[in-house]
């Protein structure tokens, strides 16, 4: 008997998935436990595993599409069997997601080329001229504005012109480098126009505008990247918490000259490379037990303040931003809130974290100083009531006892929501980071 494998929920916050990848096709053979394919998830790729064995008889998503929680991906079955109920309603729900695409289609083609005429100078009448053309056998041809018009200012049939971009589409490049004739009709098109001025040389001298010194040329074509569930999600996590939730910031510059010593020393001894990043965590993990109000959480009628002090580490890889969380941060050990952070980062890179790495923040950490940017702000990550932009390690000129002498500070920002956290209270912890910073050796006892 046939068995369908949809679209499972993968993580708390998804509600789509991705097929990244598919591992079978159709025909192939699987067992019970078998990871089918890997489904981008809104936060990672995640395994789709098959919990049934069988024949695959129909694969219903096309690798890159996504598909609503619960919608049929695979049939499985005896090898012959007929599926036709089955794959009828398979069909159906992929119809329906291509009828949602082509519903998008209109707009999105219309934003593609309202975006390129911009770049590329495009006239209404070059786009109803750069429409889809036919090739030979009536296939649709795929090629971007710009290299449309280019092919029929040289009178190149595009239907002949092999595309090297996306899907095959016909780019800029493919134009330039196509070898084959002009067709005859555009040629002579070509001609008349090249003749045309010739008659009004004179008068388009005389009329002709001063022309700038440097004329633009476009480097490249261009680029419309598929956004992922990731960036969608993070996309519209942060409109909401930007949009909704009161921001203030207040920055405050801490003296790092005794926590790069302390540093240099513990990394004489340890076997884990202690980094800065791991200093500051610690020393927000102290002073959050300190002021549970920066440990807080909005909650409509009521704030939470947090029992356990969880720090999300913000860590940036291609599709956006993840923020595994350090649990029970303020009872842990430099040497440990180290190798958590450097796994977590490993794994986020490598799409390897699970759902339960990036749930139960009560507070995040976002530190760009390792790419020299010494003072930022960054945006709450809900439901947390505040995050702590870190920057760069500066040398810098201060005065101590009269004297100016080299120094090193370090600025950091920290975002409240205003709901739950007041500027005194957001104060009050920045000066307790900084007293731990200035005097590590207080927060190791």
Not at 60 to 79: F, Q, R, T, Y
Not at 109 to 138: L, P, W
Not at 232 to 245: G, M, N, P, V
Not at 360 to 365: A, E
């Amino acid at each position: 008997m046939a068995t369908i494998i949809d679209m499972p929920k993968l993580s708390d916050t998804m509600e789509e998935g991705t097929i990244a990848k598919w591992n079978i096709k159709e025909g192939d053979k699987v067992e019970a436990g078998d990871i089918v394919a890997e489904v981008e998830t809104d936060k990672a790729t995640m395994d789709l595993e098959a919990f049934d064995p069988g024949t695959v008889l129909k694969i219903l998503v096309e690798e890159g599409d996504s598909a609503p929680l619960g919608a049929k991906l695979v049939i499985l079955g005896e090898e012959g069997e007929d599926i036709s109920d089955l794959e009828g309603d398979g069909a159906s729900a992929k119809e329906s997601d291509g009828d949602k695409k082509e519903e998008k289609k209109p707009s999105e083609d219309k934003d593609e080329s309202e975006e390129e005429e911009s770049s590329e100078d495009t006239s209404e009448e070059a786009d109803e001229k750069g429409a889809d053309q036919k090739s030979d056998d009536g296939g649709r041809v795929k090629a971007s504005p710009l290299a449309k018009k280019m092919a029929e200012e040289k009178g190149i049939d595009l239907s002949k012109v092999e595309g090297s971009g996306p899907q095959g589409r016909v780019i800029k490049a493919d134009i330039e480098n196509y070898k084959g004739e002009a067709a005859p009709a555009a040629a002579e098109k070509k001609d008349a126009a090249d003749a045309k001025p010739e008659k009004s040389d004179a008068k388009e001298e005389k009329a002709e505008a001063p022309k700038p010194s440097v004329s633009g040329t476009s480097m490249r074509e261009d680029e419309d990247l598929k956004v992922s569930q990731m960036r969608k999600t993070i996309a519209k996590r942060l409109a909401e918490s930007k949009f909704t939730s009161p921001h203030f910031y207040e920055t405050i510059d801490i003296d790092m000259k005794k926590a790069m010593a302390v540093r240099a020393s513990l990394n004489e001894i340890s076997d884990v490379k202690i980094s800065f990043n791991d200093l500051v965590v610690k020393a927000c993990a102290v002073a959050l037990r300190r002021h549970p109000w920066l440990n807080a959480s909005w909650k409509g009628d009521v704030v939470r303040l947090n029992g356990d002090v969880n720090i999300a580490i913000a860590v940036a890889v291609d599709e956006g931003l993840l923020t595994p969380v350090i649990r029970h941060t303020d009872q842990k050990g430099l040497r440990d809130i180290s190798i958590e952070t450097k796994d977590f980062a490993a794994r986020a890179r490598d799409k390897k974290l699970q759902p339960q790495d990036w749930e139960g923040s009560t507070f995040t950490i976002s530190n760009l100083g390792m790419f020299g940017i010494e003072e930022f702000t960054a945006i709450i990550n809900p439901p947390n009531a505040a995050i702590l932009a870190v920057g760069a390690i500066r040398d810098v000129p201060v005065v101590e006892d009269g004297q100016v002498v080299p120094g090193k500070r370090m600025k950091v920002t920290l975002s409240s929501d205003h709901r739950v956290v007041d500027g005194a209270k957001a104060a009050e912890f920045l000066n307790t980071v900084r007293k731990l910073l200035e005097d590590p050796a207080s927060m190791l006892l």
